[in-house]
């Protein structure tokens, strides 16, 4: 009786063991977003030099990265970037968002958005 027992709880086990992992596999898979852990990865600087020099090309502007404040990533046909990034406009600190997509295996990238962070 008692083997039967152990059977029933590990066949159980494991066909719930799916549903318990669900939520984090969902977010992945279907595009969710991760915060970035290390925001001073050289790919992630290159990402925000990319998004200040489309803004600064597209509006004429003439901003420069101070930092990248914090981002995140979501995976799609590609990977979007969003990041807060701390800029100057001459003597006038700001924070932007920017949104990044990015294509690797085709050298791909497009500034989708640049916002002020407003607060």
């Known amino acids: 009786m008692q083997q039967n027992s152990c059977f029933l709880i590990l066949s159980l086990s494991l066909l719930f063991l799916p549903f318990i992992f669900s939520d984090a596999r969902k977010d992945a898979l279907t595009g969710g977003w991760t915060p970035i852990k290390n925001i001073k990865d050289p790919h992630v600087s290159e990402i925000a030099e990319f998004a200040i020099d489309e803004y600064n090309k597209q509006s004429k502007g003439n901003l420069k990265l101070e930092e990248v404040v914090k981002g995140k990533t979501q995976v799609v046909s590609g990977i979007n970037y969003t990041l807060v990034l701390q800029v100057k406009d001459e003597t006038v600190d700001n924070s932007y968002e920017a949104v990044v997509w990015e294509k690797a295996w085709l050298k791909f990238r497009k500034l989708t ?7």
């Open 113 to 119: 958005s640049f916002t002020l962070v407003k607060g």
